[in-house]
């Protein structure tokens, strides 16, 4: 396995990690980076750095972002956001993977991308529900902020700088176990 394949493998895991915070937001990032020629894609995805998937995306991620402000639909974004980040997170693997075959890519793509994009958008949706629950909602702004600007350092990082992007992936895991164990009801012993 070359570098170039590490690397890219690094970057669509970044960068479905991004998509679990928000779905088109990393795949704007994408098509930025391969119309600037920062990163190239595969021949069969060459069409996200087009300039109509730059425009495109630019409009979704825009709509998706300022809608994640407006009561009520944020919480119902986050209802169809799981299977659109896993097929998203899936897709940037996909065409950012190189040299490898096409089961392995596939393989990867959904495992690691469309895995990694549904355990995050999972647990964002999660703090989400508990944010409008516990503060009727007047918190829900504070945490769309949160979500979108990690998405998109993530984004950036995943481009720029992709053994940086794994490492903060890593970290993400992490925090969501500490969370999930610290939520999980504790089993009391029988006697």
Do not use: H, Q
Not at 83 to 101: C, E, K, R, Y
Request: glycine letters at 6%.
């Amino acid at each position: 396995m070359t570098t170039e394949t590490v690397l890219s493998i690094f970057l669509g895991i970044g960068l479905a990690a991004s998509v679990g915070f928000r779905v088109f937001l990393p795949l704007f990032a994408l098509s930025l980076a391969a119309y600037f020629d920062v990163w190239e894609l595969n021949e069969s995805w060459a069409w996200i750095g087009s300039t109509v998937a730059v425009i495109t995306l630019g409009v979704a991620t825009l709509v998706e972002v300022v809608a994640y402000y407006i009561p009520l639909i944020d919480n119902a974004l986050d209802t169809i956001a799981i299977p659109l980040a896993t097929i998203a997170g899936t897709a940037v693997m996909v065409s950012t993977v190189a040299d490898l075959s096409p089961v392995v890519t596939w393989a990867l793509a959904i495992i690691a991308g469309g895995g990694t994009a549904a355990a995050i958008k999972s647990t964002t949706s999660t703090t989400r529900l508990g944010s409008t629950v516990s503060t009727a909602g007047i918190a829900n702004p504070l945490v769309s902020t949160i979500e979108t600007g990690t998405s998109v350092v993530m984004s950036i990082v995943s481009i720029f700088l992709p053994i940086l992007a794994i490492v903060l992936v890593l970290f993400l895991f992490y925090l969501i176990f500490k969370v999930y164990k610290k939520l999980k009801p504790k089993r009391e012993k029988s006697t």
